[in-house]
């Protein structure tokens, strides 16, 4: 039997983890290829685009793929849609894999928004000098707010558009609270901008700018397509294979 898991993410990581030991199973593993050193997982690993939902679906026909795990981060929309249309036109069992998204406790100060351009507009009455958490990509919706100064932090160096007063700093989670603490101090930062990514990794950042009093825009997570069963964790995705691929009849599964 053959899985295909559309990944890149811890989550994606921990499910082929899981079912690496599971004679009679090949898992490929797709990356999207946009960050540089990505930390792959045991299995086959292909890098880069189908061509959309027909070259997606092309594929799951000519490698006779059984059943697809999107777990993908949770802003990457794009590819999940395309999933669930190439995934309907095969008759190919499709399960999306979402962390649960963060949920604000008492003494937040979270902004929501429904994209980062609503994010940029909404700064400058929050604050001026801004920790952008958002990843390297879509920077060039803020690249407009030359009264504004950023610390950007991503796993990659962005590229053009960006804001004009901009410091980068390259790190990849798992990030701890005293370091996102000493973080926000050291470059007096007033307001932080994150996505509903969820999961542990980043969330130290939100503790951080509680306790210090800070606004936060969070930007919401797009929809998961209608009609796609969701799970939470990869031991939910690992049950849900046992009773679409039949993992109890192979061997390595108990």
């Keep these: ?28 593993n797709s990356l ?9 997982p045991p299995g086959r690993t292909r890098v880069g685009g189908f061509g959309g939902a027909q070259g997606l679906a092309a594929w799951l ?29 095969t008759h190919v ?21 429904g994209s980062l351009g609503e994010a940029a507009r909404s700064l400058p009455a929050l604050g001026r000098r801004v920790f952008l958490t958002t990843g390297r990509m879509g920077l060039e919706a803020f690249a407009a707010l030359d009264d504004l100064w950023f610390l950007v932090r991503s796993v990659d160096a962005p590229e053009p558009p960006c804001p004009s007063r901009m410091e980068v700093l390259l790190d990849r989670g798992p990030f701890v609270l005293d370091g996102e603490r000493a973080l926000l101090r050291r470059h007096r930062i007033d307001v ?13 950042k939100l503790t951080a700018a ?26 939910q995705a690992v049950l849900w294979l046992r009773q679409h691929l039949d993992l109890g009849s192979l061997r390595g599964t108990d």
């Design 192 to 204: 932080v901008v994150t996505k509903d990514s969820g999961g542990a990794a980043t969330a130290p």
């Design 1 to 28: 039997m053959h899985l295909l898991i559309l990944g890149g993410t811890t989550e994606a990581r921990r499910l082929a983890e899981l079912l690496d030991d599971i004679t009679g199973l090949t898992v490929t």
């Design 93 to 113: 069992p499709l399960l999306a894999l979402r962390r649960p998204g963060w949920v604000p406790v008492e003494g937040d100060r979270w902004h929501e928004v």
């Design 32 to 40: 999207a290829g946009r960050v540089a050193n990505p930390r792959l």
């Design 210 to 235: 509680r306790e210090a009093g800070l606004p936060v825009v969070v930007v919401r997570r797009p929809p998961t397509p209608q009609g796609v069963p969701v799970v939470p964790d990869p031991a």
């Design 61 to 89: 026909r000519e490698h006779e793929v059984d059943a697809v795990v999107d777990a993908t981060h949770p802003f990457a929309g794009t590819i999940s849609f395309n999933a669930a249309q190439a995934a309907a036109a």
